[in-house]
T-cell receptor, first 115, second 112 residues
Framework: DTGVSQDPRHKITKRGQNVTFRCDPI?????LYWYRQTLGQGPEFLTY????????KSRLLSDRFSAERPKGSFSTLEIQRTEQGDSAMYLC?????????????FGDGTRLSIL | GDSVTQMEGPVTLSEEAFLTINCTYT??????LFWYVQYPGEGLQLLLK?????DKGSNKGFEATYRKETTSFHLEKGSVQVSDSAVYFC???????????FGSGTRLSIRP
């Protein structure tokens, strides 16, 4: 169990640029989640995949956001035309379908700063 | 909609003091309840959980009891250590396939 891996750890970009983050879940986990955490707040749910299917999207996920998990393994989260309000920590989590109440395991996150 | 409210921080205590962090929830159904912890420079970790009313979750000396009648899940520890300094999040979820709804977090600092 190598844990959930996120890349990059930090991203600084100018307003209006596009950014893409990557998440590698724990290898046997078929469920993958993205959350966003702003300073002083708890994480807020963005979207959820089971294998390659995106099953739920939050209203927080505007048209500028898109997430993919093409082969049911790693996932990417892209933000187009970034805005100041997108500055946050983006967290990825994964869990297994097997067994009841399998917990979500979180990565260390990607911190996005918009200049 | 569903939500979690927890006491605002920061909370500062001396080592070996008793800790309580209050958490209440609003839910349309019967969720599982969790406490997550985020140590400095680290990712979120599950601390403990309870899946039904009157269940008690415990781990590392921390305890919390699922109280349906008061919609609460308060975190307690009898004697805190400096190493317990972290941000603690109360949360709820309806299943392992479901999103987690988090509170805003409580920062705990323990003085030696």
């Amino acid at each position: 169990d190598t844990g959930v891996s996120q890349d990059p750890r930090h991203k600084i970009t100018k307003r209006g640029q596009n950014v893409t983050f990557r998440c590698d879940p724990i290898s046997e986990h078929n469920r993958l989640y993205w959350y966003r955490q702003t300073l002083g707040q708890g994480p807020e749910f963005l979207t959820y995949f089971q294998n390659e299917a995106q099953l739920e999207k939050s209203r927080l996920l505007s048209d500028r956001f898109s997430a993919e998990r093409p082969k049911g393994s790693f996932s990417t989260l892209e933000i187009q035309r970034t805005e100041q309000g997108d500055s946050a920590m983006y967290l990825c989590a994964s869990s297994s379908e097997e067994g009841r109440d399998r917990p979500q395991h979180f990565g260390d996150g990607t911190r996005l700063s918009i200049l | 909609g569903d939500s979690v409210t927890q006491m605002e921080g920061p909370v500062t205590l001396s080592e070996e003091a008793f800790l309580t962090i209050n958490c209440t929830y609003t839910a349309t159904g019967y969720p599982s309840l969790f406490w997550y912890v985020q140590y400095p420079g680290e990712g979120l970790q599950l601390l403990l959980k309870a899946t039904k009313a009157d269940d008690k979750g415990s781990n590392k000396g921390f305890e919390a009891t699922y109280r349906k009648e008061t919609t609460s899940f308060h975190l307690e520890k009898g004697s805190v250590q400096v190493s317990d300094s972290a941000v603690y999040f109360c949360a709820l979820s309806y299943s392992s396939a479901s999103k987690i709804i988090f509170g805003s977090g409580t920062r705990l600092s323990i003085r030696p």
